[in-house]
Nanobody
């Protein structure tokens, strides 16, 4: 059974930093895209960042987080990370880890992923 478990959420002041982690179990995802999404209250779930499989080489970011967030993966640990710097109150949301079960071209859509974590709350105070 595939599981994605996020951790690292919590409360931080504006301008601060947080690192989210997503531990995957049940299968390895080193060959497939993994990503982060977030959902603020009353809003739809939105793309934050993604990293392609080994050899794909590319990271992708939403414009709203580009230059502040960094996505990375440790394939040996089957773990995905999201380093968040210069946090803003508008970054407050539940953050979800996602993984694709096959190779796809798309990385920004909800339908590009097959597996989802339960989410971790990130709150940025002003």
């Amino acid at each position: 059974q595939v599981q994605l478990v996020e951790s690292g959420g919590g409360l931080v002041q504006a301008g601060g930093s947080k690192r989210l982690s997503c531990a995957a179990s049940g299968r390895t995802f080193s060959s497939y895209t993994m990503g982060w999404f977030r959902q603020a209250p009353g809003k739809e779930r939105e793309f934050v960042a993604a990293v392609r499989w080994i050899g794909g080489g590319a990271n992708y970011y939403a414009d709203s987080v580009k230059g502040r967030f960094t996505i990375s993966r440790d394939n040996a640990k089957n773990t995905l990370y999201l380093q968040m710097n210069s946090l803003k109150p508008e970054d407050t949301a539940v953050y979800y880890c996602a993984a694709a079960g096959s190779r796809r071209l798309g990385v920004r859509g909800l339908g590009d992923y097959d597996y989802w974590g339960q989410g971790t709350q990130g709150t940025v105070s002003s």
